[in-house]
């Protein structure tokens, strides 16, 4: 998926290194031939596709949705403020356990977890109340592979909803079922922290997304059945959702470029904000093993896997050197480089 210019034993990628990947990120990011390594039958969007609905999808979302605007007016965060906190806990925790678990762990193997983390993550993970391990990896490793195609499950050149939350509320796209079947997922059905979730993942997320999260504001502090579960099921659950869905749509649509002018994918601060440091797209994108999502370490997200970093439980945490990210960002961004304004690049040859 990604070119194999990763430093073992340590953290950045070398000049050296540079050098030695030249060839391979020059394949990837050669303006006349850039496919995101797609076949070039992908790389067209012809209006939209004909499929069937989901009708279960489209009635339970919007049933979810239409019950959180109605809480929204309704629900008093300020009659208990343990109870509105733990929400903002959850969500938090949620987030994280997505975007440190199967995003930057399972999907692109960015940095390494002992089983100890991958426990933590796949629990946290479980209580965001998505769909398993497997399935999310597979999706997210065709959407890179095939970015804004008829082949990525969330193809954002057919609207906002529809990258959104429409493409849950479709059957796939044929195309999409093709690569998705393709996609080698060995490793991931290798670990067997990620196969043991996998296998009783309804069981892990009706505890850990809606039982517990639900459980704990009642007998703790002795929170109403129907304030803890509206405030965990409903407004977390919609918010945490639509937070991470819009790195499928927001952060596809609307931002800057400064990695890479020729993709969709952008820098949305907004996104970011909400997805704990998920939203700096256009970056990911073009580097998509890099641990931190993102050239700077700020996310919460980094700070988690940084901590653990600390005491052993994460290693081998990937991310490219500077000098390559100052190349690539010199062929192929729109000039919005934040960096550029303070300290003046030195002059680097471009990649021949």
Aim: aromatic share 16%; glycine share 6%; with cysteine.
């Amino acid at each position: 998926m990604t070119p194999n210019i990763l430093s073992t034993d340590s953290k950045i990628l070398t000049e050296k290194d540079l050098q030695n990947a030249e060839s391979s990120i020059t394949k990837m990011i050669d303006t006349e031939n850039y496919t995101q390594n797609r076949s070039k039958n992908y790389a067209k969007t012809e209006g939209w596709f004909k499929t069937e609905p989901k009708w279960f999808n489209i009635l339970y979302l919007g049933f979810l949705h239409l019950y959180f605007v109605y809480a929204c007016f309704t629900f008093d965060f300020f009659e208990n403020l343990m109870t509105t906190a733990w929400l903002f806990i959850t969500y938090g925790l949620g987030g994280v356990g997505t975007t440190a678990g199967p995003h930057r762990l399972w999907t692109h193997q960015a940095y390494k977890a002992k089983w100890q983390l991958r426990v933590i993550l796949g629990v946290l993970y479980a209580s965001a109340g998505m769909n398993n391990i497997y399935e999310w990896v597979r999706d997210h490793r065709v959407h890179h592979k095939y970015t804004d195609t008829d082949a990525d499950p969330h193809n954002s050149n057919r609207g906002f909803f529809f990258s959104h939350v429409g493409w849950l509320m479709v059957k796939k796209n044929p195309d999409v079922i093709r690569r998705g079947r393709q996609m080698d997922m060995s490793d991931v059905l290798a670990d067997p922290v990620a196969a043991f979730n996998i296998k009783y993942f309804p069981i892990l997320k009706f505890m850990f997304a809606f039982l517990l999260p639900v459980m704990l504001p009642v007998y703790a502090w002795k929170e109403t059945w129907y304030r803890a579960f509206v405030s965990q099921n409903i407004i977390r659950y919609v918010i945490l959702l639509n937070a991470i869905w819009s790195v499928n749509s927001a952060a596809h649509i609307w931002g800057s470029k400064p990695y890479d002018a020729y993709i969709n994918p952008t820098e949305n601060r907004w996104v970011n904000l909400f997805t704990g440091g998920e939203g700096l797209h256009n970056y990911h994108h073009v580097f998509p093993w890099d641990y931190k999502a993102a050239e700077l370490h700020g996310t919460p997200t980094t700070a988690f896997i940084n901590f653990f970093a600390k005491i052993g439980w994460a290693y081998d945490l990937k991310e490219p050197s500077k000098e390559l990210v100052k190349t690539v960002t010199r062929k192929r961004g729109d000039g919005n480089h934040s960096l550029w304004e303070a300290v003046p690049y030195p002059v680097i040859s471009k990649i021949e």
